[in-house]
T-cell receptor, first 116, second 115 residues
């Protein structure tokens, strides 16, 4: 079974608007971490934001916030005030607990295009 | 702090030839991963090391792929013989520990083209 599902292969957003990138996950581990990474066309993978499974509040990092709904097993990334430089591929990833030795699984990504 | 180093950045080979990729993780990072990323897809885990031991190699095609991390620091991924479908970017990543709250730090990747 797919552990990380990103259902939006591509998304468009107007500059300065907000956009939500969807991510659902599947695990039986009670302890896990959810991550979002950005991969620009240059190829490097950049860490954006982290949410722990026991965290009570949604994570925020500058213009990035994570809408964590544990019961629905979803961890959507919200980018506010989109900028042209946000155009990239975005990956949702899950890191499972120490019993799984920190295995990190990635989704297939969403390509975000910011329009001027 | 130096990042994750990978080499070579680009490699073109004929099918059935062999190739090796090298990775030097961030100093002190005990956990090292090799991922295969085919164009337009997400990274797929090939092998995970904890220090110099293999934690997970369940998705490594062991008939042609091998990897080692002999001294628990740098690592080598080898493909022999290569197939056309091995054309991909091979990403090395490291983390301080296997803790669930630690992000992965990635190298720039090694792009392999098999002709």
């Amino acid at each position: 079974a797919q552990k990380i599902t990103q259902t939006q292969p591509g998304m468009f957003v107007q500059e300065k608007e907000a956009v939500t990138l969807d991510c659902t996950y599947d695990t039986s581990d009670p302890s896990y971490g959810l991550f979002w990474y950005k991969q620009p066309s240059s190829g490097e993978m950049i860490f954006l934001i982290y949410q722990g499974s026991y965290d009570q509040q949604n994570a925020t990092e500058g213009r990035y916030s994570l809408n964590f709904q544990k019961a629905r097993k979803s961890a959507n990334l919200v980018i506010s005030a989109s900028q042209l430089g946000d155009s990239a591929m975005y990956f949702c990833a899950m890191r499972e607990s120490n019993t799984n030795a920190g295995k990190s699984t990635f989704g297939d990504g969403t390509t975000l295009t910011v329009k001027p | 702090e130096a990042g994750v180093a990978q080499s070579p950045r680009y490699k073109i080979i004929e099918k059935r030839q062999s190739v090796a990729f090298w990775c030097n993780p961030i100093s002190g990072h005990a956990t090292l991963y090799w991922y295969q990323q085919i164009l337009g897809q997400g990274p797929k885990l090939l092998i995970q090391f904890q220090n110099n031991g293999v934690v997970d190699d369940s998705q490594l095609p062991k008939d042609r792929f091998s990897a080692e991390r002999l001294k628990g620091v740098d690592s080598t991924l080898k493909i022999q013989p290569a197939k056309l479908e091995d054309s991909a970017v091979y990403l090395c990543a490291s983390s301080l520990s296997p803790s669930v709250n630690g992000e992965l730090f990635f190298g720039e990747g090694s792009r392999l083209t098999v002709l």
